[in-house]
């Protein structure tokens, strides 16, 4: 029975890169849908073009984030949800520190069989390359349909702080695109990024800016180090 739900459901296999701890438990619910409902309310939500529906038919670039209750000191666990257009792979990245510059970008991806993957890549913020990133990720869920990627996700123990005094779920948020090649990333553009946000105040996101929409690509050298993929393949929890 297991078997023949993997096989009408395909699209939506979980391919996770080495150094991703995965928690694929909830890979069996692939019944989910990001919507712009409860942005707000229970989450905070940005997107590009500004308030576009992830759940609408136009092109929308759109990341959420629940960022749950805090438990000191072990960080906030906080829930996101990504959805976007892409051939290739959407990604999610927080900034915790301008000055150290890089990211952590948690990448929602197809390749070009259209199968779901997921990754986590530290960016550097200057050049925009990507290096493989060991951070456990939990309770991630995909579908792929056609360019549409949508993905949800859910990373313990954030913490934007090392100093007791600073505001520890201020974060900046990136959201942007790539190319996949078989299955390494190509390079990644921004197409949004956000001024600092309180991700513990569901309305800090009045603040969001747009980056600028072209050029950024083109100061971007990037050197893949990701040669070696998908080493784990999970199939869906029994
Ligand atoms: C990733 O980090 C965890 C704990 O932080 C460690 O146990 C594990 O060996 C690391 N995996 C890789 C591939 O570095
Ligand atoms: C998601 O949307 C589809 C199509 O609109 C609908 O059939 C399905 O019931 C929805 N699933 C959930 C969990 O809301
Ligand atoms: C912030 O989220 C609210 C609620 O969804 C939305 O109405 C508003 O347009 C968003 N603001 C920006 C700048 O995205
Ligand atoms: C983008 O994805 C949406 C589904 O989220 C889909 O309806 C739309 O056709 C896609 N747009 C393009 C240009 O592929
Ligand atoms: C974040 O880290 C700082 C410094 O280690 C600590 O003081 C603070 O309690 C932590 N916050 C949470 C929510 O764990
Ligand atoms: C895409 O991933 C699926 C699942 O691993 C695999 O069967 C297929 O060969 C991959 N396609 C390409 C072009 O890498
Ligand atoms: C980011 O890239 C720039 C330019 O290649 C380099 O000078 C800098 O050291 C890198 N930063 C980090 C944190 O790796
Ligand atoms: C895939 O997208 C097409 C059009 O964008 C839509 O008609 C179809 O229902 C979608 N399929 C699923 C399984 O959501
Ligand atoms: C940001 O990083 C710098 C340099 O590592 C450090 O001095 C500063 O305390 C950090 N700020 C916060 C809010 O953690
Ligand atoms: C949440 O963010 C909004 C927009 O920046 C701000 O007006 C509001 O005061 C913040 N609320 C709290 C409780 O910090
Ligand atoms: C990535 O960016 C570098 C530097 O701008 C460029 O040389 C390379 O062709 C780009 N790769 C792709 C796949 O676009």
Redesign the pocket.
């Known amino acids: 029975m297991e078997q023949t739900l993997i096989l009408l459901f395909t699209t939506v296999m979980l391919f996770v890169a080495p150094g991703v701890n995965a928690d694929l438990s909830f890979a069996a619910n692939q019944q989910f849908n990001i919507t712009r409902t409860g942005c707000a309310v229970t989450k905070l939500c940005v997107s590009t073009p500004d308030s576009c529906d992830p759940a609408g038919n136009g092109v929308c670039l759109f990341g959420s984030v629940n960022a749950g209750t805090?438990?000191?000191?072990?960080?906030?666990q906080m829930a996101f949800e990504l959805s976007g257009n892409s051939s290739g792979f959407i990604a999610l990245g927080l900034i915790a520190n301008a000055s150290v510059g890089t990211s952590m970008l948690f990448v929602c991806a197809q390749n070009s069989s259209g199968s779901f993957f997921f990754q986590t890549q530290t960016r550097n913020n200057t050049d925009n390359t990507l290096t493989s990133l060991n951070r456990t990720v939990t309770q991630i869920q995909g579908k792929v349909n056609g360019s549409s990627i949508q993905c949800g996700f859910t990373v313990p123990n954030l913490?934007?702080?090392?100093?007791?005094s600073a505001s520890?779920?201020t974060f900046i948020i990136i959201l942007g695109s790539g190319t996949v090649n078989g299955n390494s990333l190509g390079n990644f553009t921004a197409s949004l990024t956000t001024g600092p946000l309180n991700l513990a105040n569901l309305t800090s996101n009045t603040s969001t800016t747009a980056a600028p929409s072209s050029g950024t690509n083109l100061h971007s050298h990037a050197v893949l180090l990701l040669l070696s993929v998908l080493t784990l393949s999970f199939l869906k929890a029994a």
């Open positions: 805090p438990s000191p000191p072990n960080g906030n913490n934007a702080s090392n100093t007791r520890d779920t």
